[in-house]
Nanobody, 124 residues
Framework: QVQLVESGGGSVQSGGSLTLSCAAS????????MGWFRQAPGKEREGVAA???????TYADSMKGRFTISQDNAKNTLYLQMNSLKPEDTAIYYC??????????????????WGQGTQVTVSS
């Protein structure tokens, strides 16, 4: 089992920045790949960014150039640096992980472990 705990959410004005963190514990050494997802009110959960065991990253088109996913293996922590935030980025952001490399790293069903989420609110 793997436990994931997100932190770093909050409220920011449009154009601002936030960095989210996701601490993994439990059987975290078995984790292959991790990702960030988000869910806005009334919308489906969508992929934001993902990173695999080789450090290869994948981004949703609307996040490219604004968001950066990274990981600190020594600390078992995943990060999401978010810049130039827009009101439409407002959502609950979730960290996800799996033991196997996903076919589509930005698809929710590829991940078996999820955090509880952290709220990000961007005001105009």
């Amino acid at each position: 089992q793997v436990q994931l705990v997100e932190s770093g959410g909050g409220s920011v004005q449009s154009g601002g920045s936030l960095t989210l963190s996701c601490a993994a514990s439990g059987n975290s050494n078995s984790i292959c790949c991790m990702g960030w997802f988000r869910q806005a009110p009334g919308k489906e959960r969508e992929g934001v960014a993902a990173i695999d065991s080789d450090g290869t990253t994948t981004y949703a088109d609307s996040m490219k150039g604004r968001f950066t996913i990274s990981q600190d293996n020594a600390k078992n922590t995943l990060y999401l640096q978010m810049n130039s935030l827009k009101p439409e980025d407002t959502a609950i952001y979730y960290c996800a992980a799996d033991m196997f490399e996903p076919g589509d790293p930005l698809t929710t069903y590829e991940y078996n472990y999820w955090g509880q989420g952290t709220q990000v609110t961007v005001s105009s």
